[in-house]
């Protein structure tokens, strides 16, 4: 971080060329406001809140959802989009405990004003070091400026939750140039986030039961894709019932076909992306050099990730 390099991705108009659509980040609770917003206006939806999922039982024809505060629900098709610690998940492939990667990520927004110095409204921008780096953007339309700032824990302890502290944040981040010091001087810390995913699994669904999200597919932060693969998610499983009509198992296969390979190259390409940025030394300097010597607009290595894909119907009509 105390390096002058600058290597550029044209996330502007040669990105909305290339794909047709812009890039586009955004607040999480913008995001998932709108998310609620369209579910209260939805007249088939009903939204419950705090109650917490102890047991699935696989009905074959439908499922039975048990919470703590002894209610049941019957239903004849549950999507598990329970997230990381996903009780769906454990009754369909019993994986054991998330992968902690002994990163931890403090995070939070600020009023653009309160910045003294940004790229910009138009920029996303990463600051990388060894084992470390800081990402900056604007979001709701330029009026917050947020800030996550990441680094890999030289005291983790497995047994232990005393572990990427604030003091080491600041410790860690206090041989680093002027801008960030000045930014992590800003950033909130009263919360840590300790960074987890899990491998890929081959099956998410049972008879009428799958898998959605980050039960699904966890995945680390540094792609950006949690919530958009999630998002991708969604559109398959409806798409994929569409097609199927009344055969919901067949359905749900469609779907878990249509997104595991994917999503499962996220969730990998994320951990390697990780590596990369989180260089020292030597190998620092290889990709550094790598990078000074790609394009702006050499959009080929993020295709997979970017590029308009085929949607569910398709490819399944494709492969007939």
């Given at each position: 971080?105390?390096?002058?390099?600058?290597?550029?991705?044209?996330?502007?108009?040669?990105?909305?060329?290339?794909?047709?659509?812009?890039?586009?980040?955004?607040?999480?609770?913008?995001?998932?406001?709108?998310?609620?917003?369209?579910?209260?206006?939805?007249?088939?939806?009903?939204?419950?809140?705090?109650?917490?999922?102890?047991?699935?039982?696989?009905?074959?024809?439908?499922?039975?959802?048990?919470?703590?505060?002894?209610?049941?629900?019957?239903?004849?098709?549950?999507?598990?989009?329970?997230?990381?610690?996903?009780?769906?998940?454990?009754?369909?492939?019993?994986?054991?405990?998330?992968?902690?990667?002994?990163?931890?990520?403090?995070?939070?927004?600020?009023?653009?004003?309160?910045?003294?110095?940004?790229?910009?409204?138009?920029?996303?921008?990463?600051?990388?070091?060894?084992?470390?780096?800081?990402?900056?953007?604007?979001?709701?339309?330029?009026?917050?400026?947020?800030?996550?700032?990441?680094?890999?824990?030289?005291?983790?302890?497995?047994?232990?939750?005393?572990?990427?502290?604030?003091?080491?944040?600041?410790?860690?981040?206090?041989?680093?140039?002027?801008?960030?010091?000045?930014?992590?001087?800003?950033?909130?810390?009263?919360?840590?986030?300790?960074?987890?995913?899990?491998?890929?699994?081959?099956?998410?669904?049972?008879?009428?039961?799958?898998?959605?999200?980050?039960?699904?597919?966890?995945?680390?932060?540094?792609?950006?894709?949690?919530?958009?693969?999630?998002?991708?998610?969604?559109?398959?499983?409806?798409?994929?019932?569409?097609?199927?009509?009344?055969?919901?198992?067949?359905?749900?296969?469609?779907?878990?076909?249509?997104?595991?390979?994917?999503?499962?190259?996220v969730q990998l390409t994320a951990r390697?992306?990780?590596?990369?940025?989180?260089?020292?030394?030597?190998?620092?300097?290889?990709?550094?050099?790598?990078?000074?010597?790609?394009?702006?607009?050499?959009?080929?290595?993020?295709?997979?990730?970017?590029?308009?894909?085929?949607?569910?119907?398709?490819?399944?009509?494709?492969?007939?």
């Amino acid at each position: 971080m105390s390096g002058k390099q600058v290597t550029a991705l044209d996330l502007g108009e040669k990105f909305r060329q290339a794909y047709g659509y812009p890039y586009l980040v955004t607040h999480r609770s913008d995001l998932l406001a709108a998310l609620l917003a369209a579910c209260r206006a939805h007249a088939g939806i009903t939204l419950e809140t705090s109650k917490d999922v102890i047991a699935i039982v696989d009905l074959e024809q439908g499922a039975e959802v048990r919470c703590a505060d002894g209610s049941t629900y019957r239903c004849d098709t549950l999507i598990g989009a329970d997230g990381l610690h996903s009780t769906v998940r454990r009754m369909i492939a019993d994986d054991g405990a998330p992968v902690c990667s002994e990163y931890v990520a403090y995070r939070g927004t600020l009023p653009i004003e309160r910045m003294p110095e940004h790229a910009g409204l138009d920029n996303v921008v990463m600051w990388t070091g060894h084992d470390m780096h800081l990402v900056q953007y604007p979001v709701r339309r330029g009026e917050l400026y947020n800030q996550v700032a990441v680094f890999k824990s030289y005291n983790f302890d497995p047994a232990s939750d005393d572990w990427g502290t604030v003091d080491e944040l600041e410790a860690r981040f206090a041989g680093a140039c002027a801008p960030v010091r000045s930014a992590i001087a800003m950033i909130h810390t009263n919360r840590r986030w300790p960074m987890y995913d899990r491998d890929p699994i081959a099956d998410w669904t049972r008879n009428r039961i799958a898998l959605l999200g980050d039960a699904a597919h966890p995945m680390l932060q540094y792609l950006a894709q949690g919530a958009a693969q999630a998002i991708e998610d969604a559109g398959a499983l409806a798409d994929a019932l569409e097609r199927h009509g009344q055969d919901v198992p067949q359905a749900l296969r469609a779907y878990q076909e249509a997104r595991r390979l994917r999503t499962a190259r996220v969730q990998l390409t994320a951990r390697w992306f990780g590596d990369i940025i989180h260089l020292g030394h030597v190998g620092a300097d290889v990709r550094n050099a790598l990078l000074a010597a790609r394009p702006h607009d050499g959009f080929s290595p993020v295709d997979w990730l970017y590029a308009p894909r085929q949607g569910t119907a398709q490819r399944e009509e494709e492969a007939r």
